[in-house]
């Protein structure tokens, strides 16, 4: 676990780490690593009471870590205690942590979590969402286990949303692949747009929504230039006994021979729409970093309006609702292309800013809430 969060720190995201271990062990690390970070501030400022300021990082990390465990899993105390000490040797430290863990486990009862969010993760979600309804049921959402779901292949009659939308609880059912129900909302809604059935996918392993579109009718072409991811992809195919034309190609450096009438564009970004499945995105908010995501955006939009027809439709996607890499790169492209128009997308989950659509996550509540997605549709005129 120590090592984990100290991997997820240096940039890498829990489900990358957590892939890394044995199948059994996966579910409990994953859940123990997001509670972690959902109460990442409450459990600093709990631990202020009973350390003081030059206590090493890595015990802070290791006194967070048994602080999780301690309220958020049902791992006996005798056997945190123990594992934490164990790791404390390793660190030097162990009479400190023993001490440490001993003086919480006297107030137990005493402690409580709180509320705390990141002011920067606030600051732009408040940005994006206005409503007050919207933005305090989102920051309710941040300390909540969130819903996961499953989409079915075909219509289903039981289905929970629009005959495909099923809760994951704890098996995959036979024709359902694991997707987000806001994932399935743009998908559904942008899916018309795409006039010719032949559409390319640009960035598009572990193939969620390559594999929706087939389910729809669509004969994807799908291109991503990551090999493990288009391994997982393959893996998801193989499960579902479906077809789809998988090429390891970099879109940025390809050359492309023929131009297409239907592009999907699901650009690689920070992925703070997935806040509540990785709630460590929220205070990993690196204006620098969103910034080299928005440049690669933008170059990858460029490209794509290059390979696409007159008259045809391109449909930019972020599981993001960072401006920098939502309205802005929409806002930039139009400034310099003036052969491109912006469509309206029918949604009624989700909210129009400027040059795209958000996925409102309240309007899913009922239903288990969502991640938020943005889709922006430029036709080239
Ligand atoms: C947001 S993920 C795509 C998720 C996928 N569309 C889905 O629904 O399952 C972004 C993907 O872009 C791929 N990618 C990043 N840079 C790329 C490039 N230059 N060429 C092709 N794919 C790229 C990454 O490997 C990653 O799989």
Known sequence: MFVSIKKIGQGSSIDYVVSQFPAVKRNFLFLVIQEYYRNYENNNKILLNYVHDKTPKNILILLKICLTLLYFSSKPQYAIVNDAVEEGKVLKKEKLVNAVLRNILRNKNKIKYGKFIYPNFKRVLDKIFSSDSIRNYIYSTLFTKPKNYQISLIDNQKAIYKKRVFVLEKKIMKECFVQDIGNFEVIYSVRKFFKDKTLIDLCAAPGGKSILLDSFGFNVIAIDNSQSQINKFKENLDRLNIKINIQKID?????????????????????????????????????????????????????????????????????????????????????????????????????????????????????????????SVLEKI
């Open 251 to 375: 879109f940025l450096k390809a050359k492309f021979t023929q131009k297409y009438n239907s592009i999907l564009l699901d650009a690689p970004c920070s992925a703070l729409g997935t806040f509540r499945r990785n709630p460590d995105v929220t205070l990993k908010i690196d204006q620098s970093k969103i910034k080299k995501h928005q440049k690669i955006q933008i170059q990858m939009i460029e490209k794509s309006l290059k390979i696409l027809n007159k008259n045809g439709f391109l449909v930019y996607i972020v599981c993001s609702f960072h401006p920098f890499e939502t309205i802005e790169v929409i806002d930039k492209v139009m400034r310099k292309h003036k052969d491109v128009k912006l469509h309206k997308i029918n949604s009624d989950k989700m909210i129009k800013r400027q040059s795209g659509y958000f996925i409102n996550p309240l309007s899913f509540k009922e239903l288990g809430g969502s991640d938020i997605f943005f889709a």
